[in-house]
Each structure stands twice: as structure tokens, then as C-alpha cells.
């Protein structure tokens, strides 16, 4: 499998995409105004410990509070020197950090027992704000390098799962465990598969620097504050993702061509060869067809090859991926037809969680299959592909009803939220009122309004199809209104108002009023463009002024054609006009 980073750096917005036979797997989006804040480590304060949560918020600076949970505070302890200082620093010990107990082997019953209000302490974020919940926090913090990730408060020694080699996994951790500091942990990163002692222990005294300069920031610097921010994007591509796996690094910019030169002088000087840059042709993300996957990130409906297509719907509580035959009808029979939709669509399935970024409870609903033998292929196909996923996911296979259920570690928004925003006319549901709703709903608020006040005359602005409805074929409706109101009513149909939209512009006497919704009067020649033909009289044109009609006499072979038309009688829904003769 060919596997290549592709870099778009623009202005103020950088993005990655991770390409596996060309197909776009993954996307990171990096903007100068986004506050990218996981991976950050902060000196806090705590500001609410809630027993009943088993729950912190904590102070770090950002809009809302971040939450602390009880399993994630451990690092603290009501008799610890952090809690009796104040700095919020720990010594790094690892105490508090056995199992839910404290350092004196005290089962942790309450977050009272491990932190107070107006404390101060280091946390590192592990999850991004989302919506209205703050960030994520944990007072473990972990530092990623090349080879190693640093745990300064627990002493542990771990080997990422993706070296297999029993013999190799042996060597590193050998190595991790000399290497070491004191009460301090460390995890072989997969990079490091095959690596020398002496570069796992150059990587190991870059973290520890790093943890040393955080803690003097800390004990100098009050809550809440910033200690440490992650780098940017291409450098954590560049540490974390691109490893001798990837085949080529492309880049559209000289300045960040150069960077990841430099870094790869450091962290993985062979990989220097695979590193190109991007600089003719079409822009770099059309070149390598990566636009058209971005913009099928953010539809409903994905389509398969075989010409089937799963339904993604978000929902607050989970993701729900219906799969559908579409136009596939397959060359054999149904259940054959079924199998392979469901296999593709498995195979589908696990790219748009990593593309789209989504976690979560997902529940998938396969085509109905009668053999147990085909649901096994299709569960198979799906884990085969989730492995290919760093972030940790879990297949937990057919419910009783029927449904697949996939649990993925939510940490940030998925690209969709990240790149689309609530829909201001329907705030998110993707569904507004109808025109025949919004025309009911506002007779009844003027029956109700009619009851309140006194005046004569009102106005009321709507969408000029909204409008229609409320006046009906020859003003019944409108006269059906009055007669139950007692009062002159005029509606206006404004074109640039939504379906939703109604607005009461005027009350008053009906001259009053009148002379606020008539946007023309007798005798008055105004230019009009000629819509369409009238309905009824064909040889008349329809002109519109802020969605008042004028019914132009003989205008009805005139249309498209901007014209001088005198006005010689109004009317309240509509008004009458002619064509000045020269233009006859």
C-alpha cells in the first residue's frame, strides 16, 4: 500500500491530508485564528469540587472550565506537598497513582480526598472543548517525543502494541527502563522499532528538559497559565506520523519545505529523500484529488462504488451509519447483492471514522443478512479495516436487533463540526417550517394581535410566498382575515426574507398604515422588470416592488424587458399599470 502525506499550507490555514493508495484516509486542519489546546499543559485553579460528580472544574484560562475527573486527579492528594504549596508542581513520584489509591495505600473514595477549591495544579488536556463542555483535562501529563512519550508522575514502562516482534518489544523496554529517570515513565513510541539505545536516550533528555522548564514556569507563574503548547501541525506530523511507512512527504510551500527538512535533521535524517516540494501545476490538494474526498467528508450520503451508499446522522448522543443498496442490483442473487454492499460499506465505514474523525457510540445498520456465515464476513471486513485506525476503537459486534455497534475515542470536534457551522434558519435540525405553516401560524398571531390592540391597520412583512398564501387567489383569504379581525389588514411580501421570517412593521389608522405599505401611488411612473405572465390574463406581465405585484397591461409579450410604467390604480394586494406609449 502506497501511503504519502500531502501538505497545503495557505494563509493563516494549513492542511494535511494522509493518503493511502491515493484515497484520502485522514485530515488535519490547522487555522491561525483556532485555538488548538490539546496536548497543552496548564498551571489551573480549581473552582468547583462537586462529591457528587466525583468531579473537578478547573480554571485554565480558556472560555468555560475544564473537568477533572476523579480517576484523572490522582496525581494529587489532600497531604501532598502540591496540595501544602500551593504551586501546583508534583514531585513526580507517582503517588496517588496506584490504582485509585494514595500514597499510603488508601482506597480514594471522593475527590474531596484529592483536591479543594482554590487549589493550584499542572493538567494537561486531553480532550478539545466541544460544543458547550469545556476541555478535558488530566494531572498525569505525558510528553511525546520521537521515540519516547515522557510520563513524569508515574512510574511505568510500556511498548506500543503496534511492534509485534516479542524479541524487539523486549530489547526496547530494556532500554526504556535504563534509560529512565527516577520515578519517572516512559513508552516506546513505534517509531522507535529497531532503534539505538543512544537515540532513545538523546530523545529521553529532550523530554526531560522540557518537563524541567515546565516545572520552573510554574512554580513562578499563577493560575491560570500556560506552560507548555504542543507544536504546530507540520511538526507533529513530522514526530508522530511520519515514519519510514510513508512513502512521500509533499509540500506546497518553500518555508514549510524547509522546516521539515530541519526537523527530519534531528528526529529521522534517512526519511530527508522522501520529502518533495510541490510548486507547479494546479493547486497541490486538486492534483492529488483530495479536494472532492473533502467535500464528500461533509455530505450526508456517501456513495459506494458498487452503487449502494450509507447514511451518516448525528445525533447528541451518537453517530447512526445506515447502509442502502441504491442502484446496486447486483448479477447473481439478493443475498449475494446484500454481501457485497454490506462488505464494501464495512470497508467504507471504517475510512469515514477516520476521515470525518468521528467518535463516540456509532451504531451501523447493515442490509438485513439471513446467513450467520455473511455477517461474520462483514464484522471481519470491519475489524480488518479498523486496524489501520491509531485512535482506539472497538467493534462490539451484532445487537439483538440486528445493529453493529462501534465504540471510537472521541477527542476533538470531527472535521464536519470543525469545518461547517449550526445553520442559522434551522439551527442544526436541517429542516425549516413550510410556507403553508408559517401563513397559518401568523393568522393566528393577528387574530391574537387584533384582540389586544386598537388600532385600525396593521402591516406585516413576510416572504413573498408566504404572502400568497396568507392573501389567497383573489385576496379571499386576506378578506376572510378582516372580517374575523375587524381590522384593515396589508401584508408585504419581501423577497429578502426567509420562509420563517415575519415581521409587524406598522399599526395605526389605516391612512396611517396605508401610506406605509403602498409602495406606489396613482399617477406615479416607476421602471419595472417584466417577471412573467399573468396567470389568468396572459397578454398582462407581473412587475414586483418588494414583492408587491403590478399587473402590467399588455405587458405579457414584454417579458425580461425593463420598462416605464405608469401606475393608474392601487389597490392593496396589487396595483394596476401601463406601459408608457413610446414603448409600445
Not at 489551573?44 to 466525583?54: A, D, I, K, S, T
Not at 396593521?458 to 379581525?485: C, H, R
Amino acid at each position: 500500500m502506497k501511503r504519502e502525506i500531502v501538505i497545503n499550507a495557505g494563509l493563516g490555514e494549513t492542511r494535511a491530508a494522509l493518503l493511502e493508495d491515493r484515497r484520502l484516509v485522514e485530515l488535519f486542519v490547522e487555522r491561525q485564528e483556532d485555538q488548538r489546546v490539546v496536548g497543552n499543559i496548564y498551571k489551573g485553579r480549581v473552582e468547583n469540587v462537586l462529591p457528587g460528580m466525583q468531579a473537578a472544574f478547573v480554571n485554565i484560562g480558556l472560555e468555560r472550565n475544564a473537568f477533572l475527573y476523579v480517576d484523572d486527579a490522582l496525581a494529587y492528594k489532600v497531604d501532598g506537598d502540591s496540595h501544602g504549596n500551593g504551586n501546583g508542581v508534583h514531585n513526580g513520584n507517582g503517588n496517588g497513582g496506584n490504582n485509585g489509591k494514595n500514597g499510603d495505600g488508601a482506597k480514594v473514595h471522593s475527590i474531596k480526598d484529592i483536591l479543594r477549591e482554590g487549589q493550584h495544579i499542572v493538567v494537561q488536556v486531553t480532550k478539545e472543548p466541544i460544543g458547550t463542555k469545556g476541555a478535558r483535562v488530566v494531572t498525569h501529563v505525558t510528553i511525546p517525543g520521537r521515540y519516547l512519550v515522557l510520563m513524569p508522575t508515574v512510574e511505568y514502562v510500556g511498548v506500543s502494541r503496534r511492534i509485534h516482534s516479542e524479541k524487539e518489544r523486549n530489547r526496547l523496554k530494556g532500554i526504556a527502563r535504563k534509560v529512565k529517570p527516577k520515578g519517572m515513565g516512559l513508552i516506546v513510541r513505534t517509531v522507535a522499532d529497531g532503534k539505538s539505545e543512544e537515540e532513545l536516550a538523546q530523545d529521553c533528555r529532550f523530554l526531560v528538559g522540557i518537563w524541567d522548564r515546565i516545572q520552573r514556569r510554574a512554580k513562578r507563574m499563577a493560575p491560570p497559565a500556560l506552560l507548555y503548547k504542543d507544536y504546530d501541525l507540520v511538526y507533529r506530523l513530522v514526530r508522530d506520523t511520519f515514519t519510514s511507512e510513508i512513502d512521500k512527504f509533499v509540500v506546497d510551500n518553500q518555508g514549510e519545505y524547509d522546516k521539515t527538512l530541519e526537523l527530519l535533521d534531528n528526529l529521522s535524517p534517512h526519511l530527508k529523500n522522501r520529502v518533495y516540494l510541490y510548486h507547479e501545476g494546479p493547486p497541490i490538494f486538486d492534483s492529488y484529488g483530495v479536494e472532492p474526498d473533502v467535500d464528500r467528508a461533509l455530505q450526508r450520503k456517501v456513495w459506494l462504488d458498487c452503487g449502494g451508499y450509507l447514511v451518516i446522522d448525528h445525533t447528541e448522543a451518537l453517530i447512526s451509519i445506515d447502509v442502502n443498496t441504491g442502484r446496486h442490483i447486483g448479477t447473481t442473487n439478493l443475498a449475494d447483492t446484500v454481501l457485497k454492499t454490506n462488505l464494501e460499506a464495512a470497508t467504507e465505514i471504517a475510512r469515514q471514522l477516520r476521515l470525518r474523525d468521528m467518535g463516540g457510540i456509532i451504531i451501523v445498520d447493515f442490509i438485513d443478512m439471513e446467513s450467520k456465515e455473511d455477517e461474520r464476513k462483514v464484522l471481519e471486513r470491519l475489524e480488518r479495516e479498523m486496524r489501520r485506525d491509531k485512535t482506539r476503537t472497538h467493534v462490539l459486534g451484532f445487537t439483538n436487533l440486528g445493529l453493529v455497534e462501534i465504540t471510537r475515542k472521541k477527542v476533538k470536534q470531527d472535521i464536519g463540526d470543525f469545518l461547517h457551522k449550526v445553520c442559522p434558519h434551522c439551527e442544526g435540525s436541517g429542516q425549516v417550517l413550510s410556507e403553508a405553516t408559517v401563513a397559518h401560524r401568523t393568522q393566528r398571531e393577528i387574530r391574537k394581535l387584533a384582540r389586544e390592540t386598537p388600532a385600525e391597520a396593521l402591516l406585516v412583512a413576510v416572504n413573498p410566498t408566504v404572502a400568497a398564501l396568507m392573501i389567497g387567489a383573489g385576496g379571499s383569504n386576506l378578506k376572510a382575515l378582516e372580517e374575523q379581525t375587524g381590522k384593515t389588514i396589508f401584508v408585504k411580501g419581501t423577497e429578502e426574507y426567509d420562509v420563517s421570517q415575519v415581521n409587524y412593521l406598522a399599526m395605526g389608522t389605516r391612512a396611517e398604515v396605508e401610506a406605509k405599505a403602498l409602495p406606489v401611488r396613482q399617477g406615479q411612473v416607476i421602471e419595472l422588470d417584466v417577471e412573467e405572465p399573468h396567470v389568468s390574463n396572459p397578454k398582462d406581465g407581473i412587475a414586483r416592488i418588494e414583492g408587491y405585484v403590478v399587473d402590467v397591461e399588455g405587458a405579457g409579450r414584454m417579458i425580461g424587458k425593463r420598462l416605464p410604467v405608469e401606475i393608474v390604480k392601487v389597490f392593496r394586494t396589487y396595483a394596476k399599470g401601463r406601459v408608457c406609449q413610446e414603448h409600445l
